[in-house]
């Protein structure tokens, strides 16, 4: 009797279906809950649907490296372009290569695509470069010309940044070196950024004459003569020698370079051979000093880098303003030139007159900014949304008049089991768009045409998993067995069909979304999504309403209008009537 209750038991768990009902209901909440609270409630739109800015990048040969233009440096660019743009919140962006030597970005319409467009442009290395002379150049906006940020330190009258650091507290010695669990701190982001060789400290007694300086000293060499002469015509002021300044320069050269710390007015700095390059930063970001409540830029050095960060910060920290200091040069123009007073190592903060913006714009630079190759911008086009939405309307209309027909086909030849099939769809349709709104936060997805697209062939392949079940069901009832052994007998067979079905569909996404770059990706992302969530909906949802549909009268009894009847079906006679009756055998003659 046990083993005769064993045989009658559905396989698989279905015996439950409300379980799988309430599993599949409870998610959807939730996905609909996380969708509402963290205001995101319609799925992000990629440029050709929101408009935006595309812009495009063209590689330029470098000196002395005639084959620096390969797939790899390309591939590397891209990468970082990206995360440099994802380092502003602009997370749908769009980089890619176009050809051997284009790089095209496409930034959607949306909070920080201006900025990120000016940082997409400066594209040259960065380097840590010593400051040799500094000199204010353009206007200022004090009449004491002094380039020192509101609320930064400025040194007295005969006292150096050194001896004021020493004066508040801060005494170090001179060999003192940062551990790398330690930060370490570069006070002053343009402490000395006003003196220059014309200009020393006033006050101190043990400076330097000019004719001993450096910095001032004009050499015999015909190269120092010619940089001397370059400083001294170099107007910051003017856009276009502020974009020149150090253009073309070698790491090993000296050169000279435009700065500007405070808005309005630029420095023109002299800056010797680059002593350590961006690619050495690991690691740099934007955060509040727990200590003064200011914004500073946090970095942290590969192991190669922090040594060589360690010699430079160890010979500047022993010299006098402004050679003290160390460039920060991006593109040939001096992002930032903060002061050194103690030997650093791999952690260092740069700290100053900061906003918070201007801490995560130098802090994005800092992490994302050394590229293997320079590259020029050949164009900017704005990309308005009119013709992406003319698009997406008609994509949108051809998408409804298809779902129209395939609910006008489920409805002549299922007939009532078509309700089954429009519930899962309805299912699979707000499962889709939940998870859609939520990933584009959460990994940067944004829904152009293509994806679109995706989204639209999707419903066929959903369509498809339910016709496959119902045929199998509707065969059950053919060879005469009634609907309830009918739905349990015929789930083995269609989820083998289904899975292999969905499995071929989302190898085939998988591939195209390696394979391929750009637009094409969101096809492939978009259908792999969806024919992942159909196996989710077949199983929690198409089956075990199925299963509860069939306990009911209208489908048990097979009407005609319920899609089961088996007349229509040209059932066969029940299975127990087509048992043979043995006919009893005559004796056999002797």
């Not at 970005?105 to 840590?128: D, R």
């Not at 299963?547 to 229509?568: A, I, Y």
Request: charged share 20%; net charge positive; glycine share 10%.
């Amino acid at each position: 009797m046990a083993a005769a209750k064993k045989g009658r038991g559905p396989s698989g768990g279905q015996g439950r279906p409300g379980r799988a009902l309430a599993l599949i209901l409870i998610a959807m909440v939730a996905l609909a809950g996380g969708m509402f609270l963290s205001g995101h409630t319609a799925p992000r739109l990629g440029i050709d649907l929101a408009g935006g800015t595309s812009i495009t990048l063209e590689a330029q040969n470098q000196p002395g490296k005639p084959n620096a233009i390969n797939k790899t440096n390309m591939d590397t660019a891209v990468g970082i372009i990206e995360r440099r743009v994802n380092g502003l919140g602009v997370s749908e962006a769009e980089v890619q290569t176009q050809g051997d030597r284009n790089i095209i970005v496409n930034i959607p319409k949306g909070t920080n695509s201006k900025q990120a467009q000016e940082q997409v442009g400066t594209t040259a290395q960065l380097y840590f470069r010593p400051v040799l002379t500094v000199q204010a150049s353009g206007p200022a906006p004090k009449p004491s010309g002094s380039a020192t940020p509101s609320g930064s330190a400025t040194p007295k009258p005969g006292e150096s940044a050194e001896g004021e650091d020493k004066a508040k507290g801060g005494d170090k010695s001179e060999g003192e070196e940062a551990t790398p669990s330690a930060s370490a701190t570069t006070q002053g982001r343009a402490v000395t950024g006003a003196l220059t060789k014309d200009d020393p400290t006033p006050g101190a007694s043990d400076k330097p004459k000019p004719s001993d300086s450096p910095a001032a000293t004009p050499s015999v060499d015909p190269a120092t003569a010619k940089l001397q002469e370059e400083f001294t015509k170099l107007d910051c002021s003017d856009p276009k020698q502020r974009t020149d300044a150090g253009k073309g320069a070698k790491a090993t050269d000296s050169i000279v370079a435009c700065g500007s710390n405070v808005p309005g007015s630029y420095e023109k700095y002299i800056l010797g051979p680059a002593e350590v390059s961006g690619g050495e930063v690991d690691e740099a970001q934007a955060a509040i000093d727990q200590q003064t409540g200011q914004w500073i830029v946090s970095m942290e050095f590969s192991s190669a880098g922090s040594k060589k960060f360690q010699k430079i910060t160890s010979r500047l920290s022993q010299q006098q303003p402004p050679m003290n200091q160390f460039g920060i040069v991006l593109d040939g123009e001096v992002v930032s030139a903060p002061s050194v007073n103690q030997v650093l190592s791999k952690n260092a903060q740069i700290s100053g007159s900061f906003t918070q913006q201007s801490a995560e714009d130098l802090g994005n630079i800092l992490s994302y900014g050394a590229l293997p190759l320079t590259f020029k911008e050949v164009s900017v086009t704005t990309v308005t949304a009119a013709l992406g939405s003319e698009q997406l309307k008609g994509g949108l209309i051809a998408g409804a008049i298809g779902l129209a027909l395939v609910v006008v086909y489920l409805v002549v030849y299922y007939r009532g089991l078509a309700f089954i099939a429009l519930l899962s769809l309805l299912v699979s349709g707000v499962l889709t768009y939940t998870i859609m709104s939520l990933l584009g936060p959460a990994i940067g997805f944004a829904l152009n045409l293509p994806a679109v697209c995706g989204a639209i062939v999707a419903i066929g392949i959903t369509a498809d998993s339910f016709i496959v079940y119902f045929e199998r069901v509707r065969d059950e009832i053919r060879e005469g067995r009634t609907l309830r052994p009918a739905i349990e007998r015929a789930w083995p067979r269609a989820r083998r069909t289904v899975l292999v079905s969905d499995f071929v569909s989302f190898l085939a996404a998988a591939v195209l979304f390696i394979v391929t770059v750009g637009k094409v990706q969101g096809f492939a992302f978009t259908l792999g999504l969806t024919t992942l969530l159909d196996v989710v909906v077949v199983f929690f949802f198409t089956k075990p309403l199925m299963t509860l549909m069939g306990r009911t009268k209208f489908f048990s009894r097979g009407g005609p209008w319920s899609g089961l009847d088996p007349k229509r079906l040209g059932a066969q006679p029940p299975l127990r009537r087509s048992r043979r009756v043995n006919a009893p055998t005559e004796p056999k003659e002797a």
